[in-house]
């Protein structure tokens, strides 16, 4: 059983570029959220995909926005970075909608805007 | 909006000893209410959640709903429980997902 994965493990952007950042969820998972995890802090909640469409968002402006593929992979892509978007990037699954079912974190991509 | 509170930052304790890590919350419904670790490079992972009334590597969590508090504990500390401790809360009903909800973290140092 494979665990959740997720890259880069690192990356460096310009203010004002565009990144995109995967996530392959934890075999059978059919439930993918992203988590900002800024230093210091606890993770915060960006969105969730369940079966390919958005379920939840948390308060992140438009400019954060994501996909869920077929086999449940799934993108986070940001336009127009800030520095402030400096972070930790979490990517979570699990089997169903809520956290009942345990969520499996990956390890993250670390992401530096300069 | 539903709010999460650790309010220390770093928690030193000798081997041995008890442990309580802090935890208070703000949510008008039911929440619920889970704790995870984060041991030195390893990804986060659950410890336990409060519906599943279990102990964890000796570790118990209650909720009390009138305190609005999720206090994890652990009666005699080990070294290999030194890592970094994040509360968090889910909403138990509605539409849609609002994900969790996460404190800001204790780290835990046990010394020998």
């Known amino acids: 059983e494979t665990g959740v994965t997720q890259s880069p493990t690192h990356l460096i952007k310009t203010r004002g570029q565009q990144v995109t950042l995967r996530c392959s969820s934890q075999?059978?998972?059919?439930?993918v959220s992203w988590y900002q995890q800024a230093l210091g802090q606890g993770p915060q909640f960006i969105f969730q995909y369940y079966r390919e469409e958005e379920n939840g968002r948390g308060n992140f402006p438009p400019r954060f926005s994501g996909l869920q593929f077929p086999n449940y992979s799934s993108e986070l892509n940001v336009n127009a970075l800030e520095l402030d978007d400096s972070a930790l990037y979490l990517c979570a699954s699990s089997l169903g909608l809520r956290d009942a079912y345990g969520y499996t974190f990956g390890s993250g991509t670390r992401l530096t805007v300069v | 909006a539903q709010r999460v509170t650790q309010p220390e930052k770093l928690l030193s304790v000798f081997k041995g000893a008890p442990v309580e890590l802090k935890c208070n919350y703000s949510?008008?419904?039911?929440?619920?209410l889970f704790w995870y670790v984060q041991y030195s490079r390893q990804r986060l992972q659950l410890l336990l959640r409060h519906i599943s009334r279990e102990s964890i590597k000796g570790f118990t969590a209650d909720l009390n709903k009138g305190e609005t508090s999720f206090h994890l504990k652990k009666p005699f500390a080990q070294e290999e429980d030194s890592a970094m401790y994040y509360c968090a809360l889910t909403k138990t009903s509605g539409g849609g997902a609002d994900g969790l909800t996460f404190g800001k973290g204790t780290h835990l140092i046990i010394q020998p």
């Open positions: 949510y008008s419904g039911s929440p619920e």
């Open positions: 075999s059978g998972h059919n439930t």
